[in-house]
């Protein structure tokens, strides 16, 4: 399969461009941030994404869906980077609905549909730590009766304020670190015994911490059989790892578009900035590495539809890759910029907190390098 | 069956039979290479069986026209072509710069005569090229070269000195570029012309590389005659076609960066040579940090190859992306070379002796340093794309 985008993914693109520019430009969101709004994201903005059929894009056709592929999903989430647009398309359209494709038909028919008219969002409560580390969980799952009761804690569950449904990775069998044992588990937020705290990051986007107080779940909430949860649970891992990549993607070529275009426009010494080579060899590096991202992340959503073999390999080398070099972008950018880089009023560094974040969220440089690693065999 | 499956079945069984035994394994070193040439020293009956039967079929060019001795097949064909030969590992028949370099020129900038005379014997291997740019005032800032060709009437006369001419002393012709107008500005006065190496006036001298011998020469021009339908292209507009070479070096540069599926991966030499734990983790963790990013950035990369070559294939121009290519490749097989002298530690010091094949790995990553120089150096590629890509206004020069 060639490289590149098809002229379908293209007009989506430009579709989402056009939408998101109009719509959701970063000023929005900054207004969204001054308000001091609980939610994190608009409801009335996600409204309009979910009537273009965004919230259902990774939905099967029978359930309402667009079934459009992750690539789709990418290029709108890069373009949501570009305006750090807020919305809970990552946790509920990516993740969720990657996660229920292996749900039983019962558990599908209730969530899907909802989720994919945007009435529903369902976020992934997985961490339980202050790293990314699934196999660590040790929340609690025991048996009771046809279904289970969950005890324990996650924490900076992303969109996880004000969910619907809350997918929950816990512990059947087993002890934190093992990699078998756990089960995957589809249940109402309003579940008795469920609360949920609020935390604030410094994205300024929508986190919660859960604590789970005997809340019964069904057996039919299970998806697929118990103990296999960490390989239900891996599709929906790598689809959000590529989402954020291609977010982060996004995000770093705006930041990188901006520092360039005030290289041609501040001067001192007499010149442009950006006639120092100092700071023009900086910016084609930074420029190439851009490039490679671009590959990695394409590479990771093509082969994610096509050659699932292959998908964790690429999905780490892409959530590696484009972590480190936002980074660099928000750092070039930071530093380029100069003092008012500093400021508040210049978007920056608004840029900058959430490619903190993103490139967190889900696994690290460091993560996502080991996880290379030994997929790789050494 | 598909026109391409035919062709695929018949490239297959030409191969089988035609494809010697012995030219079915990887090139063990620079002396399984075949580069052809009017002295050409064969290793072996084969080698020369092969690369004669090859460029009979015009398959060591095989996208060249036939009229001009190629191969005439279209991107496709060719990529089966590539395919088949992997999938037995063929050697390839022949290197050459006449195939890598002047033909491509030759079929864009070359009269209709020029590439009757000059493209067939590429194709067969029987006239080996050199390529003469640099020269020791002109490096990074190649449009500053200074060798100097006159125009005599019936002929012209060439006198300079070129630097870095990969195998002058082993070469029959050289495609050159010289300075036909010294009151031009300096990238409107360069000429772009063929001769003989063997013409009178010709000498060369190879040049010792810290690791140890190199392919380089410097070359020298003493009042050597050169025919004048020998210039390429328009007279004094050789820079476009060197441009056009150079772009074309770049990505063959480049692509010798990163680590691809058919060669092992450093993790896979470094647990080799230092051993893993029982999870299968290389022991040096610092140093499986490193590789793991090494290795990160090398698929990366070519990654980035492939979607560049599919996008030039969907339309989109390279341009000068190839200076991206050329920068990050370079600098990522050094940064290979370092990591595999790591791995192997104090016996990758070895300079002599069967064990390291007379240093053979040193010695690579020794000649590794030269990547990010020659063919432009990292500096100027990335002054490429500041200008070219990003549109920032040009350093002021003192």
Known sequence: MALIYTEEQEMLRDAAKGFLNDAAPVSSFRALRDSGDALGWSRELWGQMAQMGWAGILVEEQYGGLDFGLNGAALILEEMGRNLTASPFLASSVIAATALRGASDDTKANWLPKLAQGKAVIALALEEGVKHDPSATSMVATKSGNGYR??????????????????????????????????????????????????????????????????????????????????MLEPALNAGRIGLSAEMLGASLQCFETTTEYLKERKQFGQVIGSFQGLQHRSAHLYSELELVRSAVLKAAQDFENTPKHAGMIASLAKAKSGEVAILAANEGVQMLGGIGMTDELDMGLYMKRIRAAQELLGDYSFHANRFAKLRGF | MSDLEAFQQQTRAWLEENCPKSMRSPMRSEADACWGGRNAK?????????????????????????????????????????????????????????????????????????????????????????????????????????????????????????????????????????????????????????????????????????????????????????????????????????????????????????????????????????????????????????????????????????????????????????????????????????????????????????????????????????????????????????????????????
């Open chain 1, 150 to 231: 969950l005890n324990g804690a996650k924490s900076y569950v992303f969109e996880g304020i004000e969910a619907d449904g809350l997918l929950v990775l816990a512990r059947t069998d087993g002890s934190s670190g093992d990699e078998t044992g756990l089960s995957l588990f589809m249940l109402d937020a309003n579940a008795k015994g469920l609360s949920a705290d609020a935390v604030k990051l410094l994205d300024q986007r929508n986190y919660a911490n859960f604590t789970f107080d005997d809340v019964e779940v069904s057996g039919g909430d299970l998806i697929g059989k118990e103990g296999a949860g960490l390989s």
């Open chain 2, 42 to 398: 064969f290793s072996s009956d084969d080698q020369k069986n092969w690369l004669d039967r090859m460029g009979a079929k015009g398959w060591t060019a095989p996208e060249w026209p036939k009229e001009y001795g190629g191969g005439g097949l279209d991107k496709e064909q060719a990529k089966i072509l590539k395919q088949e030969m992997v999938r037995i590992k063929a050697r390839p028949p022949l290197q050459s710069f006449g195939v890598w370099m002047l033909g491509p020129a030759l079929l864009k900038f070359g009269s209709e005569e020029q590439k009757k005379h000059f493209l067939p014997p590429i194709v067969r291997g029987e006239i080996r090229w050199c390529q003469g740019y640099s020269e020791p005032g002109a490096g990074s800032d190649l449009a500053s070269l200074q060798t100097k060709c006159e125009d005599k009437g019936d002929h012209f006369l060439i006198n300079g000195q070129k630097i870095w001419t990969s195998y002058a002393d082993q070469s029959d012709w050289i495609f050159c570029l010289v300075r036909t107008d010294r009151e031009a500005s300096k990238h409107l006065g360069i000429s772009f012309v063929l001769f003989d190496m063997a013409s009178s006036g010709v000498s060369t001298k190879p040049i010792t590389l810290i690791s140890g011998k190199s392919p380089f020469c410097e070359t020298f021009f003493d009042d050597v005659k050169v025919p004048k339908q020998q210039l390429v292209g328009t007279l004094n507009r050789g820079w476009d076609i060197a441009k056009y070479l150079l772009t074309h070096e770049r990505e063959m540069i480049g692509a010798s960066g990163g680590s691809s599926s058919g060669t092992r991966s450093l993790g896979e030499i470094a647990v080799t040579a230092l051993g893993a734990n029982e999870n299968g983790e290389l022991i040096d963790t610092a140093l499986r940090s490193k590789i793991a990013s090494a290795e990160i950035d090398g698929w990366a990369f070519l990654l980035t190859m492939e979607r560049t070559k599919d996008e030039a294939k969907a339309g989109q121009g390279v341009g000068a992306r190839s200076s991206m290519l050329k920068y990050y490749g370079t600098e990522l097989n050094k940064r290979r070379f370092e990591l595999m002298m790591a791995s192997k530690g104090l016996s990758a010091l070895e300079w002599e002796g069967d064990a390291s094949n007379d240093g053979q790995l040193a010695r690579q990553w020794l000649r590794t340093k030269g990547n990010s120089i020659e063919g432009g150096t990292s500096e100027v590629q990335l002054n490429i794309i500041s200008k070219r890509i990003l549109g920032l206004p040009d350093p002021k020069m003192v």
